[in-house]
């Protein structure tokens, strides 16, 4: 079982960035896919990216592309998340997630990942 840790939140005001990084402990093989997920208060969980930890092109939410990049380092078993351009409705509770990669299965939804981070707050406010 993969154990997930995120760090990186806080606030920012509008229009600014911030790095989210989620380190992997546990992890034997590099067939992972590893999403981001976010959830308001009040609100569901929601998308936010998705990422095969072998290589490939991202999968971003359309209310997050062109601003968020998802990355990963390898050495550190680290998949960070770069956060450039905030609204204040990117305000939430992120978790990075992980699961075994599985053919066909939807990695848009949050019931697709078996692991999950405790959350880092995320607050853009000015």
């Known amino acids: 079982q993969v154990q997930l840790v995120e760090s990186g939140g806080g606030l920012a005001q509008p229009g600014g960035s911030l790095r989210l990084s989620c380190v992997a402990s546990?992890?034997?093989?590099?067939?992972?896919?590893l999403g981001w997920f976010r959830q308001a208060p009040g609100k569901e969980r929601e998308f936010v990216v998705a990422?095969?930890?072998?290589?490939?092109?991202?999968l971003y939410a359309d209310s997050v592309k062109g601003r968020f990049t998802i990355s990963v380092d390898n050495d550190k078993n680290t998949v960070s998340l770069q956060m450039n351009s905030l609204k204040p409705e990117d305000t939430a509770v992120y978790y990075c997630?992980?699961?075994?990669?599985?053919?066909?299965?939807?990695?848009?939804?949050?019931?697709?990942?078996?692991?999950w981070g405790q959350g880092t707050q995320v607050t853009v406010s000015s």
């Open positions: 990422l095969n930890w072998s290589g490939g092109s991202a």
């Open positions: 997630a992980a699961v075994g990669l599985s053919y066909g299965a939807n990695y848009q939804e949050s019931a697709a990942y078996d692991a």
């Open positions: 546990g992890r034997t093989s590099a067939n992972y896919v």
